[in-house]
C-alpha cells in the first residue's frame, strides 16, 4: 500500500478501497505530516553540520515531484525457507534523500565499509533513518547511502514481517547545486528521474529502484563515474 499524494489530495482519490474512510484517511494525513516534520529537522541538522545554510537541503523539498511516498509493506509468510543465499528482501540502496523506517520486526541488516552484516538493534519507539543515493551523490559521499538487506534470522519463514517506510525524495525542479559545483548536483537530479521512470506504474519497490541505481555503479561507485 502507498501513499504518494501531495498534501491533503488523499481525500480527493477515486482509487481507494472504501474501507479507506474520512477518519483514517485523516490519520494518514497527519502521520505524513509528522513525517515530514522530522524529514526538514534531520535535513537541516545535516546542512547545519556541513557548514551550510540550514535550509540548503529543505528547499529542495517542497510538495513537487517525485514527492515523497508513506508505504505499508508486508513480507509473507513462506511454507518453506529459501536457500540461504536468498535474504527475505535483498540488499540495496534507497534512490532518494532519507527514508525514515517504523518497524517493531527484527531482521534488518546494513552492511558496513568492510563490507560485514550488522542487525539494526530495536529500540522501543525508535526510528531507523537510512541515507539515500541522491543525498549520498549530492554531499559527494560526505553522507554515504546505507546498504541494507532483511534477513531470515530473526523472523521466522512461518511468519509475517511488516514494515512502513516514509521515502524522502528532492524534487526535480528545485535540487541547489552544492560547494562541490553545479554537475554534481545536475547529476543528483538526472539519478533521481532515471530511477523514478523506472519504477513509475510498476507497483513494486526497491528491486527495480536498486537496478535502476546500479546502472551508475552500485555501492555509491556511480558517484564517481559522474563527478
Known sequence: MSFGLPTGQ??????????WDLHRLTEIEAFKAQCNDLTFKVLSCF?????LPKDFFTTSHQDGLPRNTLKFIKYPKLAIKPDDAVPRLTEHTDWGSITLLFTDSPGLEVLDPQDQWHEVPQLPGGIVINIGDALSLWTGQQLKSTMHRISWEKVPVDQDRYSMPYFVHPNFSKCRATPL???LILSCVLLCEKCF??????????????????????KGDHIQRLL
Not at 488523499?10 to 474501507?19: D, P, Q, T, V
Not at 546542512?47 to 557548514?51: K, L, N, P, V
Open 47 to 51: 546542512a547545519w553540520h556541513m557548514g
Open 181 to 183: 559545483g553545479q554537475r
Open 10 to 19: 488523499l481525500f480527493k482519490s477515486n482509487n481507494l478501497h472504501s474501507w
Open 197 to 218: 521512470m523506472l519504477t513509475a506504474g510498476t507497483g513494486s519497490h526497491q528491486p527495480q529502484i536498486s537496478q535502476g541505481a546500479r546502472e551508475y555503479g552500485g
